[in-house]
Structure formats: structure tokens, C-alpha cells
T-cell receptor, first 109, second 115 residues
Framework: DAKTTQPPSMDCAEGRAANLPCNHSTISGNEYVYWYRQIHSQGPQYIIHGLKNNETNEMASLIITEDRKSSTLILPHATLRDTAVYYCIAAGGYQKVTFGTGTKLQVIP | AAGVIQSPRHLIKEKRETATLKCYPIPRHDTVYWYQQGPGQDPQFLISFYEKMQSDKGSIPDRFSAQQFSDYHSELNMSSLELGDSALYFC??????????????FGSGTRLTVV
């Protein structure tokens, strides 16, 4: 799996957009970019994934650069319940997925 | 929709005892992964199974063993428990079929406390 790099922490005001960056410069052509989040001691929760096109679902948007070396997860209107650790994972196939340190997002009232 | 079921949710064991954690993947998922998450740490990969065969192995102690059964559920067996084994243990399942990978779905985890 490609190694990913994320900032260790970010703050976001409630109601504003949270933009979480991720670098995955060694991603290979068949690897997807996945985003998960973990809210205190719960199982990681799937948010969104993409290969090369931008994606949007009811939770978030994923913007992947054209060279696929980085991506940004966008939570359009952050709420207090979005406070969590966000993990960006680049993976494909059935090999093990390696979690990095993730970004601890703190949504501030 | 059916999710990944882990049992038990909480488990308290004494040192040197044995524990068995169970994971029931989403129906038709063919791959199971086990992760260990210590306090304040990120999940660490332990072991995975694809179609009932071990597909990858991470930092799993020799005291631990796991297997995937014919119904695709998996069990993680932990013997000679140590205080340091206290952690959250997550199971995830995925569908590999067709050479593609559709991502993981995680269970809610089993919190193991060794006293």
C-alpha cells in the first residue's frame, strides 16, 4: 500500500467547511484513495473513496489531484459530531491496509 | 444493511488466560482483517484471510492465532494474555471478487482488558 501523509491535527469552526489534505505521492495506478474516520474508540467509519475522479456523497466530497499524488477530503458544513480522527488510505487489492497517524479534527463551537 | 459483527463487545481476562474474539463479516464478503488498537494509538494490522486462507500477516504475536471458517467468520485466539494485550480489536471485511477491491467495512470492535 502507498504511504500517506496527513497533518496531525486541524481545527474547524462549526458550520464551516473542513478541508483535510492527504499526500500519497507513491500511489500506484490500481490503488484507490479511501477516507475513514474514527470517533473515540469506535470502529473506523467509511466516508468516501475515489480512483481519479472527484467524488461526492452525502457525507463529504473527495478532490483528487490530476497526478493522483494528493487529495483533499471536504466536509462542507462541519458539526461537532464530525470531531474525530480522519484517516486517508491508499490501497488496492487484498493486501493489508496500513493506517497512518491520521488527522485529528476538532470542530469548535 | 448488515454490518460486520464482532463478539464479545467487552472482555475482561486475567494474565495468562486465553481469549477468543469472533468476527462475522458482511454476507458474501470473502476477506477478513484483524487490527489491534492500543490506547492512543492507530490501528495496527495483525492478520488477514482471503477465502479461508491466510493472505497477509502483520505484527501478530506468536501467542495469537486466527483462522477463517467455511462460513467466512473468523476467530482470533489469544493465549498467555499479557497486560499489554489490553486494546481494542477491530475486524474488517471486504469483497475482493473479480480482482477488484471494494474497501473495508469495520466492526465496532472488542475491547479486551487484561488484569
Amino acid at each position: 500500500d502507498a504511504k500517506t501523509t496527513q497533518p496531525p491535527s486541524m481545527d474547524c469552526a462549526e458550520g464551516r467547511a473542513a478541508n483535510l489534505p492527504c499526500n500519497h505521492s507513491t500511489i500506484s495506478g490500481n490503488e484507490y484513495v479511501y477516507w475513514y474516520r474514527q470517533i473515540h474508540s469506535q470502529g473506523p467509519q467509511y466516508i468516501i473513496h475515489g480512483l481519479k475522479n472527484n467524488e461526492t456523497n452525502e457525507m463529504a466530497s473527495l478532490i483528487i489531484t490530476e497526478d493522483r499524488k494528493s487529495s483533499t477530503l471536504i466536509l462542507p458544513h462541519a458539526t461537532l459530531r464530525d470531531t474525530a480522527v480522519y484517516y486517508c488510505i491508499a490501497a488496492g487489492g487484498y493486501q493489508k491496509v496500513t493506517f497512518g497517524t491520521g488527522t485529528k479534527l476538532q470542530v469548535i463551537p | 444493511a448488515a454490518g460486520v459483527i464482532q463478539s464479545p463487545r467487552h472482555l475482561i481476562k486475567e494474565k495468562r488466560e486465553t481469549a477468543t474474539l469472533k468476527c462475522y463479516p458482511i454476507p458474501r464478503h470473502d476477506t477478513v482483517y484483524w487490527y489491534q488498537q492500543g490506547p492512543g494509538q492507530d490501528p495496527q494490522f495483525l492478520i488477514s484471510f482471503y477465502e479461508k486462507m491466510q493472505s497477509d500477516k502483520g505484527s501478530i504475536p506468536d501467542r495469537f492465532s486466527a483462522q477463517q471458517f467455511s462460513d467466512y467468520h473468523s476467530e482470533l485466539n489469544m493465549s498467555s494474555l499479557e497486560l499489554g494485550d489490553s486494546a481494542l480489536y477491530f475486524c474488517a471485511s471486504s469483497l475482493i471478487g473479480g480482482g477488484l477491491w471494494y474497501g473495508y467495512t469495520f466492526g465496532s470492535g472488542t475491547r479486551l482488558t487484561v488484569v
